[in-house]
C-alpha cells in the first residue's frame, strides 16, 4: 500500500473512535448508499428501492452540511481536516440544513414544522437524529418504513453516521476508476465547473476505497450491479433478511430531479453494459497515470490494469512525486480557502 494510502488508514482509525458512544435514537430501519461520485450510486439506489416498504429522495447532502467547521466535504477532494460535530443541532445548523435540502434535494416542509424545529435548536433540545428524522420523514407521503439514502460524500461521515444509527445498514458501490474519471469531468462541465486533474480525482477516489475498507463496509462493484442486477443487489441484503424479486426502472424517474442536466437520458435503459469505454476517451497517458495512482485499490476490486503498470517502476515513481507535489498544492488551496471564509465571517 503507498504512504498515503497508509496514513488515510491511520486518520480514518482515529475518525472511527471518536463518535463510539453517541446517546442516539434509532426510529427506522435505514440504508445508506456511499461511493464515489459517478460510481453508480443512483443506479443502485433505484435497484433498492425494489424493497417492499421503502422510500427515498434526490440527494439530501444533510450529514456534509452538518459538521461545525466552514469547510463543507466538496465533492472532489476528501477533508483535510476532521470534522467537527455537536450532540445538539443549533438554531444557525438548523436553518442551513433545512435551507439548503429545499433548494437541492426538493424537501418540502410545513411551515409549523420548521418553526417548530427552529424553536428547538435555539433551545438546545434538538438532536442531530431528531432532525434527520425529521427532515428524511418529509419525503415519506405515505407511511412506508425502509428508508434509501443516497449521498455519495456521505462516505466522508461514515464513522458519525454508524454511531448515530448502529442499526443502519451502509453499502458502497466501487468502479472502474478509468470510466469513472471521463464521468466525473462530463459532469462538472455540464454544471460549468473546472474540471479536476487525473491526480486530483485519484485523491477521491482512494479516499473512498480506503474508508470501504477500514470501516469494513458491504461494497459491489458497478460492472456486477448492471450486468446482474438482482443476484448483486441481493448479495448485499445477504445479512439483512430482505431480498429484492423484480426490478422496476421507473424507479430512476422518481428519485432525481428533471431539470438535472447530467439526468437528461431518463428515457434511455439503466442496465447496460455501460463499462469499459475508457479506452476510446482517454488518451495511453491518462490511463497509465490512473492505473499508477489507483493501483491498490484496482487490485482489491479486480480491476486488472490496461497498461501494465504493475511493472511500470519508473512511470510509478515519477507519478508519486508529481502527485505529492500536486496534493500540497491542492491542500494549500484548500487552506487558503479555509481562511478566506473564516476572514470574511469576522467583518460580515
Not at 128 to 141: G, I, P, R
Not at 216 to 238: F, M, S
Request: aromatic share 10%; glycine share 4%.
Amino acid at each position: 500500500m503507498t504512504n498515503y494510502g497508509m496514513s488515510i488508514k491511520k486518520k480514518l482509525f482515529r475518525h472511527s473512535q471518536l463518535y463510539k458512544k453517541v446517546d442516539m435514537e434509532n426510529n427506522a430501519k435505514k440504508i445508506f448508499i456511499v461511493g464515489c461520485p459517478r460510481s453508480g450510486t443512483t443506479l443502485l439506489q433505484s435497484m433498492l428501492l425494489n424493497l417492499e416498504g421503502s422510500y427515498s429522495m434526490p440527494e439530501t447532502h444533510f450529514f456534509d452540511l452538518l459538521p461545525d467547521n466552514n469547510y463543507v466535504a466538496p465533492r472532489s477532494l476528501p477533508p483535510l481536516f476532521p470534522f467537527v460535530y455537536k450532540n445538539r443541532v443549533d438554531g444557525a445548523t438548523c436553518k442551513r440544513v433545512i435551507d439548503a435540502m429545499k433548494k437541492h434535494s426538493r424537501l418540502v416542509m410545513h411551515d409549523d414544522s420548521v418553526h417548530e424545529l427552529h424553536q428547538q435548536a435555539k433551545g438546545g433540545t434538538l438532536s442531530v437524529a431528531e432532525l434527520f428524522e425529521a427532515v428524511v420523514q418529509s419525503y415519506n407521503k405515505h407511511g412506508k418504513e425502509l428508508l434509501i439514502e443516497k449521498t455519495p460524500t456521505h462516505i466522508f461521515h461514515v464513522p458519525y453516521i454508524r454511531a448515530l444509527f448502529p442499526d443502519a445498514l451502509i453499502v458502497h458501490i466501487v468502479r472502474d476508476p478509468r470510466d469513472v474519471y471521463p464521468s466525473f469531468n462530463g459532469l462538472l462541465e455540464k454544471l460549468g465547473k473546472r474540471k479536476r486533474t487525473v491526480r486530483e480525482f485519484c485523491v477521491l477516489w482512494n479516499y473512498c476505497i480506503e474508508m470501504t475498507r477500514v470501516q469494513k463496509i458491504k461494497t459491489v462493484r458497478y460492472e456486477d450491479l448492471v450486468q446482474r442486477p438482482l443476484e448483486a443487489t441481493n448479495a448485499l441484503l445477504a445479512s439483512t433478511g430482505m431480498s429484492v424479486t423484480a426490478l422496476d426502472e421507473e424507479n430512476y424517474k422518481q428519485i432525481v430531479k428533471p431539470h438535472e442536466v447530467w439526468h437528461a437520458n431518463l428515457g434511455k435503459k439503466i442496465i447496460a453494459t455501460n463499462f469499459g469505454k475508457y479506452k476510446t476517451i482517454l488518451s495511453k497517458e491518462v490511463i497509465a497515470e490512473i492505473e499508477v495512482l489507483c493501483l491498490d485499490g484496482m487490485r482489491a476490486f479486480g480491476y486488472t490494469p490496461y497498461e501494465n503498470a504493475e511493472r511500470s517502476f519508473f512511470v510509478r515513481i515519477r507519478g508519486s512525486f508529481f502527485w505529492a507535489i500536486q496534493k500540497g498544492l491542492i491542500y494549500v488551496s484548500v487552506l487558503l480557502a479555509f481562511f478566506k471564509r473564516k476572514i470574511h465571517n469576522l467583518f460580515v
